[in-house]
């Protein structure tokens, strides 16, 4: 018998991520994708389509509500006051998943390659609406699934989003 893959499956249309073992559903969540839809050029804050792999992991170790900026810890921890002091800021809390294109021309390489826009998995403040979108293209998630599916994906793991 051939053993079934995990993948992770991102919705567009529910707005959820889901976990896959083989046809079995082992994790799922509401997220929030970009604001202004599906699609993969280069600077049109839409979340990218088709098949990809997690390139990194990053952040383990750091406190639930550490801020990212450019993939490296700030040093600062998100609250809501903060959140209050920076309304324009782009929140990316506690963890990353940075996505990496499969499907050359798509969203691998050139002006569609998803590593080179920065795509992420991300945290975002629990205040932030999840199920309708919302991001700059990332896919966004509360802190406490975040780090559920962070503890259960490795590096190479194969992710469609559509």
Same mark, same amino acid.
Request: charged letters at 25%; a positive charge.
């Given at each position: 018998?051939?053993?079934?893959?995990?993948?992770?499956? %991102?919705?567009?249309?529910? &707005?959820?991520?889901?976990?896959? &073992?083989?046809?079995?559903?082992?994790?799922?969540?509401?997220?929030?994708?970009?604001?202004?839809?599906? @699609?993969?050029?280069?600077?049109?804050?839409?979340?990218?389509?088709?098949?990809? &792999?997690?390139?990194?992991?990053?952040?383990?170790?750091?406190?639930?509500?550490?801020?990212?900026?450019?993939?490296?810890?700030?040093?600062?921890? *998100?609250?809501?006051?903060?959140?209050?002091?920076?309304?324009?800021?782009?929140?990316? $809390?506690?963890?990353?998943?940075?996505?990496? @294109? $499969?499907?050359? @021309?798509?969203?691998?390489?050139?002006?569609?390659?998803?590593? @080179?826009? *920065?795509?992420?998995?991300?945290? %975002?403040?629990?205040?932030?609406?999840?199920?309708?979108?919302?991001?700059?293209?990332?896919?966004?998630?509360?802190?406490?699934?975040?780090?559920?599916?962070?503890?259960?994906?490795?590096?190479?793991?194969?992710?469609?989003?559509?």
């Amino acid at each position: 018998m051939v053993k079934l893959e995990s993948y992770i499956r %991102v919705h567009f249309l529910e &707005q959820r991520l889901t976990l896959r &073992q083989g046809r079995k559903v082992v994790f799922e969540t509401p997220v929030s994708l970009a604001k202004n839809g599906p @699609g993969e050029e280069m600077g049109s804050e839409c979340t990218p389509r088709g098949w990809h &792999q997690i390139r990194a992991k990053i952040g383990a170790g750091c406190p639930v509500n550490t801020v990212f900026r450019g993939r490296r810890p700030t040093g600062e921890i *998100y609250t809501p006051k903060l959140g209050r002091a920076y309304p324009e800021r782009d929140w990316i $809390l506690t963890r990353i998943l940075w996505l990496s @294109g $499969l499907e050359p @021309g798509k969203n691998r390489f050139g002006k569609v390659d998803t590593m @080179g826009r *920065y795509i992420y998995i991300h945290g %975002v403040p629990d205040e932030t609406a999840m199920g309708i979108p919302g991001s700059h293209g990332c896919i966004r998630i509360h802190n406490g699934p975040l780090l559920e599916l962070f503890a259960r994906v490795k590096p190479g793991m194969r992710i469609f989003i559509g």
